[in-house]
């Protein structure tokens, strides 16, 4: 193991990235004994890190939360500009926790929550192919605009993968993806014709929202967590 010593904080669920990178700053982060004030460091396997004489380590449990992010919150620690953030919304005793993937500030729905960086970067990998779905509210749709973002579009230089896409009723249409481009859906049903007036997860993986309430959060079992490891 090679790994920078933000990462390594950030993977045990001590804090963020950029947590990490203030606790480093503020000098109360040491390894094997020596205080370590710069974030260009590398720790290796046997390296003792300790945060305000704590020692951490990342071999722990995997921890799998679902949230139910609330419209009009940032999927982000701290937002420059000052709007609410999910980590305002949860509770103190999941503030550590990192998110899989992000939802746009009017997005809603199904946000993946976890203890461990590894997991949450494997889970957005486009090449693991783990579908999401979502549920696309618009004015209007054309048979012709649906099947070119089955088949897949380019929007702007950009190519969007082909889209699974369910019609369930006038403007309510059931879209399953697996690339996870920012702002993918908003951009490929916008270029149709079709602008998104409203956008819900209802999915991500094996695990789904369900009646879970906006702002709650649920714990999921390990034995689903496990299946999930073994995809990876």
Request: charged residues 25%.
């Given at each position: 193991m090679?790994?920078?010593?933000?990462?390594?904080?950030?993977d045990?669920g001590?804090a963020?990235?950029?947590?990490?990178?203030?606790?480093?700053a503020?000098?109360v982060v040491?390894?094997?004994?020596?205080?370590?004030?710069?974030?260009?460091?590398?720790?290796q396997?046997?390296?003792?890190?300790?945060?305000?004489g704590?020692k951490?380590?990342t071999?722990?449990?995997?921890?799998?939360?679902?949230?139910?992010?609330?419209?009009?919150?940032?999927?982000?620690a701290?937002?420059?500009?000052?709007?609410k953030?999910?980590?305002?919304?949860?509770?103190?005793?999941?503030?550590?926790?990192?998110?899989?993937?992000?939802?746009?500030?009017?997005?809603?729905?199904?946000?993946?929550l976890?203890?461990?960086?590894?997991?949450?970067?494997?889970?957005?990998?486009?090449?693991?192919h783990?579908?999401?779905?979502?549920?696309?509210?618009?004015d209007?749709?054309?048979?012709?605009?649906?099947?070119?973002?089955?088949?897949?579009?380019?929007?702007?230089?950009?190519?969007?993968?082909?889209?699974?896409?369910?019609?369930?009723?006038?403007?309510?249409?059931q879209?399953?993806?697996?690339?996870g481009?920012?702002?993918?859906?908003?951009?490929?049903?916008?270029?149709?014709?079709?602008?998104?007036k409203?956008l819900?997860?209802?999915?991500?993986?094996?695990?789904?929202?369900?009646?879970?309430a906006p702002?709650?959060?649920?714990?999921?079992?390990k034995?689903?967590?496990?299946?999930?490891?073994k995809?990876?």
């Amino acid at each position: 193991m090679n790994i920078r010593l933000a990462k390594f904080i950030a993977d045990s669920g001590v804090a963020s990235r950029r947590g990490a990178e203030d606790l480093i700053a503020k000098g109360v982060v040491s390894v094997n004994g020596s205080v370590i004030n710069t974030p260009v460091f590398f720790v290796q396997e046997g390296d003792v890190v300790c945060v305000n004489g704590k020692k951490i380590n990342t071999d722990y449990d995997v921890k799998l939360y679902a949230f139910h992010k609330p419209i009009n919150t940032m999927t982000t620690a701290r937002d420059p500009m000052g709007r609410k953030t999910i980590y305002d919304v949860l509770d103190k005793q999941y503030k550590n926790l990192k998110y899989i993937g992000r939802l746009d500030f009017k997005t809603t729905g199904l946000l993946l929550l976890t203890n461990n960086g590894e997991f949450a970067r494997k889970m957005s990998l486009p090449q693991n192919h783990i579908e999401r779905t979502y549920i696309a509210t618009v004015d209007k749709y054309t048979k012709q605009g649906l099947d070119k973002a089955r088949q897949g579009i380019c929007v702007e230089g950009i190519k969007y993968q082909p889209m699974k896409i369910k019609v369930l009723d006038e403007h309510n249409l059931q879209i399953t993806l697996t690339e996870g481009k920012k702002n993918e859906i908003r951009i490929v049903l916008k270029s149709i014709g079709s602008p998104v007036k409203a956008l819900h997860r209802i999915s991500y993986g094996k695990i789904k929202l369900g009646n879970l309430a906006p702002g709650k959060i649920l714990a999921i079992d390990k034995k689903t967590i496990d299946l999930m490891l073994k995809n990876f």
